[in-house]
């Protein structure tokens, strides 16, 4: 008994444990090994990319609420990155500056005033005017691509801030049971040894025990960290999953208050036919 028990004080009890146990136990622990690794990995690479992203964020959005123009971050060469918010900033501008210049929609700035009463040889020289008095818009078909696409974009950034999440709910839900059956494993292995042996002593059942014990008290080793860090990292995603959401709704609001053109049907009519009256004009006096 007093030769049994010395190694378990002298040396680690988990080494010994290690020592003692059965080819499936260790394969037990082998392979919560490689989950911790995976886990670990995860933990450190999703931590880093979350800093990052709050950080990159909130830069972002002050630089944004700075601006009176949507496209002016764009305009201004600036970059935000690892910033969500600013990603889909970018995928929303490319799609709206696309419409722009391929699908444009010219509004007046202004009412266009009747040529009728001005003095011959001025009503070309105010067509000109006029025609430079316009500012470009999208419609509202152009608009709706350019929201689908925004919200495309909300959608891959919010996958890939949960991307690798999975091996941490993972390891926090499987780790234990991975880690008992290994302890049951072993705990059935050293009674079917001690009943082949006739024999039910301590000395026989302790080394046994204690290597069946091992895998889990590895597994619970894995869950823990697993569980803090998956909790964590919850909760900061989906803040900034409702941030996100939050600003492509707001983007979206001013995009469609600057660029679209939003005129009842009539007032595009009327400015269709003075637009066409105008040409009428030049063609006459030319």
């Given at each position: 008994?007093?030769?049994?028990?010395?190694?378990?004080l002298?040396?680690n009890?988990?080494?010994?444990?290690?020592?003692?146990?059965?080819?499936?136990?260790k394969?037990?622990?082998?392979?919560?090994?490689?989950?911790?690794?995976?886990?670990?990995?995860?933990?450190l690479?999703?931590?880093?990319?979350?800093?990052?992203?709050?950080?990159?964020?909130?830069?972002?959005?002050?630089?944004?609420?700075?601006?009176?123009?949507?496209?002016?971050?764009?305009?201004?060469?600036?970059?935000?990155?690892?910033?969500?918010?600013?990603?889909?900033?970018?995928?929303?501008?490319?799609?709206l500056?696309?419409?722009?210049?391929?699908?444009?929609?010219?509004?007046?700035?202004?009412?266009?005033?009747?040529?009728?009463?001005?003095p011959?040889g001025?009503?070309?020289?105010?067509?000109?005017?006029?025609?430079?008095?316009?500012?470009?818009?999208?419609?509202?078909?152009?608009?709706?691509?350019?929201?689908?696409?925004?919200?495309?974009?909300?959608?891959?950034?919010?996958?890939?801030?949960?991307?690798?999440?999975?091996?941490?709910?993972?390891?926090?839900a499987?780790?234990p049971?991975?880690?008992?059956?290994?302890?049951?494993?072993?705990?059935?292995s050293?009674?079917?040894s001690?009943?082949?042996?006739?024999?039910?002593?301590?000395?026989?059942m302790?080394?046994g025990?204690?290597a069946?014990?091992?895998?889990?008290?590895?597994?619970l080793?894995?869950?823990?960290?697993?569980?803090?860090?998956y909790?964590?990292?919850?909760?900061t995603?989906?803040?900034?999953?409702?941030?996100?959401?939050g600003f492509?709704?707001?983007?979206?609001?001013?995009i469609?208050?600057?660029?679209?053109?939003?005129?009842p049907?009539?007032?595009?009519?009327?400015s269709?036919?003075?637009?066409?009256?105008?040409?009428?004009?030049?063609?006459?006096?030319?």
């Amino acid at each position: 008994m007093t030769m049994t028990i010395e190694p378990m004080l002298a040396a680690n009890a988990a080494v010994f444990a290690i020592k003692n146990a059965t080819m499936e136990g260790k394969l037990t622990v082998i392979a919560l090994l490689l989950l911790s690794l995976f886990s670990w990995t995860i933990i450190l690479t999703k931590f880093r990319q979350l800093v990052i992203a709050r950080g990159a964020t909130k830069k972002f959005l002050d630089a944004y609420a700075s601006t009176r123009d949507p496209l002016d971050i764009q305009r201004s060469n600036q970059e935000f990155d690892g910033a969500p918010a600013y990603q889909l900033y970018i995928r929303g501008a490319d799609e709206l500056a696309y419409h722009l210049k391929n699908r444009p929609v010219y509004v007046a700035d202004r009412p266009r005033a009747a040529t009728s009463n001005l003095p011959p040889g001025a009503a070309g020289e105010h067509t000109d005017v006029l025609a430079r008095d316009r500012s470009t818009k999208i419609s509202i078909a152009s608009f709706d691509a350019v929201r689908v696409t925004l919200e495309e974009a909300a959608g891959a950034e919010a996958m890939g801030l949960e991307k690798g999440m999975i091996v941490l709910s993972t390891a926090v839900a499987g780790g234990p049971f991975i880690g008992l059956l290994g302890t049951v494993w072993g705990v059935m292995s050293t009674f079917a040894s001690i009943a082949e042996n006739n024999s039910a002593s301590l000395t026989t059942m302790a080394p046994g025990v204690a290597a069946a014990l091992v895998a889990t008290v590895t597994g619970l080793l894995v869950a823990i960290p697993a569980m803090f860090a998956y909790n964590f990292m919850v909760t900061t995603i989906r803040s900034i999953t409702q941030e996100l959401d939050g600003f492509a709704t707001r983007y979206a609001t001013q995009i469609e208050h600057v660029y679209v053109d939003n005129r009842p049907l009539a007032e595009e009519i009327k400015s269709a036919n003075e637009a066409l009256a105008g040409r009428i004009v030049e063609g006459l006096r030319a």
